[in-house]
């Protein structure tokens, strides 16, 4: 049927009017879910964002500091040592660190401890100040503490090794035990009871002395079945024989199952060197029969290995360190390394600076074997051949030498070893090319010879650091004792001894305090005793001054010289008196004290950078008869040679300076400027100078 066109309008206008509404609909609703969704998200949000935090105060606490619990949170204020950051917080989080400081209050002894956030302020400007308040309660204390099952281990021995015992607080959260509960299994496990079982408890009641609460503690104990060892088995040496794994191992077959003694071969394995990781553990466990194997499966290291380095330094401008080894020689763990260091060194000749095309080179090459396990034994095999040359430019000499060790190691504890060896050390002195022509003349006058030192040697080091390259705390000890000459033959008669004592710590401003005190001693006897001080040969004698010892002074500058006494004559001064142009001798007494203060720097520890504070002193001396309580003095001039009150070669010297370190890989590369409290003036027939107001250094590694 045909419609007209006024029909056609007339349909439109009804369309229109019929899908008006359902599109107004349509936008309406998706209007009000986009809203709903805003809304939502809104919700979700809200406590979410970062807030500004300008400041933490607590109130209500007696028994702990306010600093001390500010440093339990995971917020920090505005510090004056970060001033380029803005603190911020969550306050959705903030109930995490009420927990925190309640549980803190709880494991103290206050089990009904209330922690609370009263209010937060806004400062404007400035951010959210947290108002945090803290209802302490009273505190529960431990009044006994008692086993039951503990056999076959006496009560007096399980309380050596806890911490939490009568008059101490009482944790509310068992859990809080847990470090003596494993002290005490660790006891058992030591004495073959793998499986023991310890379960504490505690029961309170009212203090009616206090108002507070005591604690009774039962350690429920369970030991277990005695397990003695099957077999051992091996895994993971391919390149290893299995004889070296066994050896290492301080159990074996058949013998009781002590697993201290275990952790001590797992220990034992890593300490040679030829494993990246070691594991230990039981294995198919007979519980009926007390029996269990022992897996050992180790992961072993490359055994041949090369280095590559090199380094500059403010005496050392240019060095290059070159080594090839092999630390598992036929699977057997000997050990062969072949190791050449050289350098371009630029150091001053005695006082007199030279230009860097004016370096000596120096040089020294080693080959190293060691046997570790002699026929099986504690004891090492050592032997080292070397050859080097040394310049020694406050004394104006170059040491030819090369010399052979061999000797032995051993260990009668975890941080104890012991070394011992023969050695002979053939020296062909030579005067420095860049001496002043007097000296190469009184060297000639002299007619210096090849001298041969024989001698036997014995080191003793106890190390309790906790780490051997960047430590922050123990202690570290050196004992060495020397006998040269004598029934060993020689050129020389004389006996050395040093001891050295380094000791770190953290203070409570943070950072590494680090303390060295050292002191040596050396003597000629027999044929050199006629010799006086010059019975000791030069190269064993004791230097003092540069970089890693008394960082205000030259390299080795320190202590007495080698002085014309026709010169002294014609000055009218005494052999006490320093002059230009004469060289260090090195001293047959020493005493060395060292305080550094090792801390990071706020702005630039990101980038790995540290500073430090050092005070020291020391000096060497020909003589014990040269020291004086005088020479300790803390401050003297540099003034006229002939004045009682300026510094002598024999005064102690002291300097004081700070540092700046970058941390590397191979240790920290560091800059030290070093201030002397005690300078010198040398005054001579043509000069007149004094020790330098300031001194730098530049060097890699820790001074000690």
Known sequence: MKTTKLEQTIDAARRRTATGPLLRCAILLLLLLSAGAVRADEELDFGLEAHRLHQIRISGQQSFSENELKALLHIEEPDWRRPLAVPTYKPHLVATQLRILRTYYR??????AQVALDSVIVEEGEGDVLHISIAEGARTMIAAVKFTGNEPLVEERLRQVMILLEGLPAPADLNAFGGDIYSVRDLYRAETFL???VVPSMTVVPDTTSGGFLADVLYTIRPGRAYRVRNIDLAGNTNTRDILLRREMLVG????????????SRRQLLATSLFRDVTISPADVDTAAGLADLRVHVVERRPAYYELGVGVGSVERIRALAAWGHNNLWGTGRRLQVRGRGSWNVEDVVGNHINFDKGQVNYRGDISYVNPRLWHSRYSFDVTVYLQRETRGESALNQHSHGLNLGTTWRTGRRITHTTYLGVKITNPDIHPWAPDSLKARFDELGTEVSQVRSANYALYIDNRDDLFRPTAGSYAIGTFKVAGGPLGGDFDFFKWSAALHHYRRPPLGGVLALRIMAGGARPFAGSLDLGAEGVPYD??????????VRGYRHNSLGPQVADQDELDRLNYTSDVLLPDNPARGGNYLLLTNLEWRFPLPLLKRWHFSSVLFCEGGNVWANL????????RFNAQPGEPTDPGSTKAWDYRWSYGTGLRLETPFGPVRVDVGIPLKRVRYVGQDKDVKDPSVYWHFSLGYPF
Do not use: I, K
């Open 107 to 112: 494991n103290r002894g206050f089990h009904q």
């Open 195 to 197: 499986d023991a079982v």
């Open 625 to 632: 008869s040269e020291v004086r309580m005088r020479a300790f």
């Open 540 to 549: 064993d004698r004791f230097f003092a001054g540069g970089a890693s010892t």
């Open 253 to 264: 077959a058949g013998e009781p199952l002590r697993w201290r003694r275990v952790e001590d």
